[in-house]
Structure formats: structure tokens, C-alpha cells
């Protein structure tokens, strides 16, 4: 591992400053994602800006019309919390489904948002395009864990189960850079690679997640998030669902589905959405919607199983819904 500098930062701003000062500094949370990926050389900052120290930057608090989440707390706080446990079922079973207890101990809400891809050549001796190089190897390669959606000039899918269900809940991220704090939508903070955007997310160079929050839920709203692995636990996602409907009386009057595991970003089903609103959920509904959840999907030579299994999930997740 190279020797590098730690520096611990007591605001955000102190952390946008150190960072924005050296182009090759890393901001660290947990450490969780970006310790691994040191060691492996795959990032090689030579100075690291500890977000930990950030007085406020971790907790949770009820505030009008919404709560809001310090990016620094821990997944297993948030996990814990009984606002989070109250509103936010469907975040806590993303959580509870993510890596190991003891990681997410020390892993943060914002780290996990933020974390890098979890693509084999990414991660391996490769110089795959997300790294800098001039194609994914993924794409003729081993493509078995890849994405279905979205890919091309980049093929990973993002590793986060929390982001599926921030974004099926509709949360909104703060972000601090040296021109202040700007607010966006969880939809705006996820891009595709694109171009020379070779990135998952819209953080500039020196921007720090500040914080993450979530709008009440409304009446009449039911979620659920479910996530398929190839062992029981302690997997990443081959595919994973976070749905909410919002129903008054038997209809359905507002449906977010969204799909991890399966594209560079978290993925909105939209035809599928499209085929929940203003229905009933019976059994004609979910069949129809799950067959649509694919509509669109582009699998690699490896990968094809991923369309049967989520039409499976979306089928799972809103026969539980309707129960
Ligand atoms: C064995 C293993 C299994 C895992 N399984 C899963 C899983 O199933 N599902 C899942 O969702 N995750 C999984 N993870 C990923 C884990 O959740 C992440 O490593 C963790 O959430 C990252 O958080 P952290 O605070 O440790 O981030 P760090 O490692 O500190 O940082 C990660 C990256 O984000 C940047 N960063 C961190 N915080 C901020 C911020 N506030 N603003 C801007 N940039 C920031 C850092 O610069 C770095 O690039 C797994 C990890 C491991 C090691």
C-alpha cells in the first residue's frame, strides 16, 4: 500500500477544502469499501480526509415532514432506529440484507451510497474502463454478475442495496462542495458511466455526502424490499427489488419499483410502474407487471438468468404487497 496522509476534518467545509486542495486525496467514511481497495492498489490517494471526526455528520432526527440521516451513521444505526424501523421497513431489510454485522458497524450510510463497483475487473489487475482503460472487459468477459440494464461503455451493476430502497422512497441527498450545499433528488446523485464520466455517481472531485433525507411516507403506502443471492447471506445482490404502492381502497394510485443488482444505477421499472397504476393488485396485475419488468433488458452472454429471476422477485415482492 502507498504511505499516505490522514488528516481528520471537523466540518464538512474543512473536508470539501482538504479534499478540493489535492486531486489525489480520498474522503474516508468506515473505511470498509476504500481500506480493500487500497491494499489491492486499485485506489492509491496519498491523502486521506477522515469524514468520521465531522462534528453532526452522524444521526438521525425527525424533522417537519421528513427525517433526516447524517451521512456518516452507521448502517447499523440506522438499521436500529425505531423511526427507521417504523417508516422505513423496507430500508432496514435493504440494510439487514447488506454485508456482515460487524461491517455494517462501521460502514456509513453515505460510504455505502458512495461505494465503488464491486466489478471483478474493476477490482482485479485489469485496466477496465471505469478504471481509465478503453473498453470493459466485462462485456465479452466473465459477465455473470453484469448488468442487463444501462450497461455499455460500462457493464458492472452498483453494489448498494440501500440505494434501491432510497430511491423507491424517494429520499433527497445534501451534498457540500466548495460552493456551498446543493440538494438533489437520489435519481440525480446516481449517472450512468458515460463519455469521460467514468464514475457512478455525480460527485464532483472534493464533494462530500452530507446527509440523506426521507419524506414521510403517505397514507395508504406499503413497501418491501427483497434481494436475491447466490448463498444466504453476506452476498452481493444478483437482483434485488424495492416497490412501493401507494393504494387507496383497492387501486393503485402511485408505484415506484425499482432494481438493483441489474444496471451501473439503481433502475426504475418504469413500463412495469406504468402497468400498476390504476389497477387492482390480483393475480392478472402482478403477472402482467412482472413480465414488464424486463422490457428493455439487453443480457450479456452470461447473464440471461437475471431476466427469469427478477420478473420472479417483482412477482414475489407484490404478491406479498397485495397480502
Ligand atoms: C465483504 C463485504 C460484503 C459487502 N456486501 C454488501 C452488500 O451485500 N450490499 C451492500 O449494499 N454493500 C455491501 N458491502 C459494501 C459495504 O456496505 C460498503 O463497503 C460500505 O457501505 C461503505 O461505507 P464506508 O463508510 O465504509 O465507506 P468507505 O469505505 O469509507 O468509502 C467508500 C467510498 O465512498 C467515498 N465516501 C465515503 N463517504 C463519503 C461521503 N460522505 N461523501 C463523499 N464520498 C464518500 C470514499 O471516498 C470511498 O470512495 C460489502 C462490503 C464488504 C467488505
Redesign the pocket.
Same mark, same amino acid.
Given at each position: 500500500m502507498q504511505a499516505f496522509e490522514h488528516v481528520d476534518a471537523m466540518t464538512a467545509r474543512e473536508a470539501v477544502q482538504l479534499l478540493a486542495t489535492d486531486p489525489q486525496a480520498?474522503?474516508? /467514511? &468506515? +473505511? =470498509? %469499501?476504500?481500506?480493500?481497495e487500497m491494499r489491492l492498489g486499485v485506489r492509491c490517494p496519498d491523502r486521506l480526509v477522515n469524514?468520521k471526526t465531522i462534528r453532526d455528520a452522524s444521526g438521525i432526527q425527525e424533522l417537519d415532514g421528513y427525517v433526516q440521516i447524517g451521512?456518516?451513521t452507521p448502517?447499523s444505526d440506522v438499521a436500529q432506529h425505531p423511526l427507521i424501523q417504523s417508516k422505513f421497513p423496507c430500508l432496514v431489510q435493504a440494510i439487514l %440484507? /447488506?454485508? !456482515?454485522p460487524q461491517?455494517r458497524n462501521? /460502514? =456509513?450510510l +453515505? &460510504?455505502?451510497l458512495?461505494? %465503488?463497483s464491486r466489478c471483478w475487473y474493476f477490482r482485479g489487475p485489469f485496466h477496465c474502463w471505469l478504471k481509465g482503460g478503453t473498453y470493459c472487459n466485462a462485456e465479452h468477459g466473465d459477465n455473470r454478475h453484469q448488468a442487463i440494464f444501462g450497461g455499455g461503455p460500462c457493464f458492472t451493476v452498483h453494489? !448498494? %442495496?440501500?440505494a434501491t430502497a432510497l430511491l423507491a422512497l424517494r429520499a433527497r441527498l445534501g451534498v457540500i462542495g466548495l460552493d456551498g450545499e446543493r440538494n438533489l433528488s437520489i435519481a440525480q446523485f446516481f449517472v450512468l458511466p458515460h463519455d469521460n464520466h467514468r464514475s457512478l455517481n455525480c460527485?464532483q472531485p472534493g464533494?462530500?455526502?452530507n446527509r440523506i433525507d426521507l419524506p414521510w411516507p403517505a397514507s395508504g403506502e406499503r413497501a418491501i424490499f427483497l434481494k436475491a443471492m447466490d448463498r444466504a447471506a453476506? !452476498?452481493? /445482490?444478483l437482483a434485488s427489488i424495492a416497490c412501493v404502492l401507494k393504494l387507496e381502497g383497492e387501486r393503485i394510485n402511485s408505484a415506484r419499483v425499482v432494481l438493483g443488482g441489474v444496471a451501473p444505477i439503481p433502475w426504475r421499472a418504469n413500463a412495469c410502474e406504468r402497468a400498476l397504476i390504476g389497477q387492482t393488485l390480483n393475480d392478472k396485475t402482478i403477472k402482467q407487471a412482472a413480465d414488464l419488468a424486463t422490457r428493455g433488458a439487453r443480457p450479456l452472454a452470461m447473464n440471461g438468468y437475471k431476466l427469469p429471476l427478477v420478473r420472479a422477485l417483482v412477482e414475489r415482492a407484490l404478491d406479498q404487497l397485495a397480502s
Amino acid at each position: 500500500m502507498q504511505a499516505f496522509e490522514h488528516v481528520d476534518a471537523m466540518t464538512a467545509r474543512e473536508a470539501v477544502q482538504l479534499l478540493a486542495t489535492d486531486p489525489q486525496a480520498r474522503a474516508i /467514511a &468506515g +473505511g =470498509t %469499501d476504500l481500506i480493500p481497495e487500497m491494499r489491492l492498489g486499485v485506489r492509491c490517494p496519498d491523502r486521506l480526509v477522515n469524514l468520521k471526526t465531522i462534528r453532526d455528520a452522524s444521526g438521525i432526527q425527525e424533522l417537519d415532514g421528513y427525517v433526516q440521516i447524517g451521512a456518516l451513521t452507521p448502517l447499523s444505526d440506522v438499521a436500529q432506529h425505531p423511526l427507521i424501523q417504523s417508516k422505513f421497513p423496507c430500508l432496514v431489510q435493504a440494510i439487514l %440484507d /447488506a454485508a !456482515s454485522p460487524q461491517i455494517r458497524n462501521l /460502514a =456509513t450510510l +453515505g &460510504g455505502n451510497l458512495c461505494q %465503488d463497483s464491486r466489478c471483478w475487473y474493476f477490482r482485479g489487475p485489469f485496466h477496465c474502463w471505469l478504471k481509465g482503460g478503453t473498453y470493459c472487459n466485462a462485456e465479452h468477459g466473465d459477465n455473470r454478475h453484469q448488468a442487463i440494464f444501462g450497461g455499455g461503455p460500462c457493464f458492472t451493476v452498483h453494489p !448498494s %442495496d440501500p440505494a434501491t430502497a432510497l430511491l423507491a422512497l424517494r429520499a433527497r441527498l445534501g451534498v457540500i462542495g466548495l460552493d456551498g450545499e446543493r440538494n438533489l433528488s437520489i435519481a440525480q446523485f446516481f449517472v450512468l458511466p458515460h463519455d469521460n464520466h467514468r464514475s457512478l455517481n455525480c460527485l464532483q472531485p472534493g464533494e462530500v455526502l452530507n446527509r440523506i433525507d426521507l419524506p414521510w411516507p403517505a397514507s395508504g403506502e406499503r413497501a418491501i424490499f427483497l434481494k436475491a443471492m447466490d448463498r444466504a447471506a453476506f !452476498s452481493f /445482490a444478483l437482483a434485488s427489488i424495492a416497490c412501493v404502492l401507494k393504494l387507496e381502497g383497492e387501486r393503485i394510485n402511485s408505484a415506484r419499483v425499482v432494481l438493483g443488482g441489474v444496471a451501473p444505477i439503481p433502475w426504475r421499472a418504469n413500463a412495469c410502474e406504468r402497468a400498476l397504476i390504476g389497477q387492482t393488485l390480483n393475480d392478472k396485475t402482478i403477472k402482467q407487471a412482472a413480465d414488464l419488468a424486463t422490457r428493455g433488458a439487453r443480457p450479456l452472454a452470461m447473464n440471461g438468468y437475471k431476466l427469469p429471476l427478477v420478473r420472479a422477485l417483482v412477482e414475489r415482492a407484490l404478491d406479498q404487497l397485495a397480502s
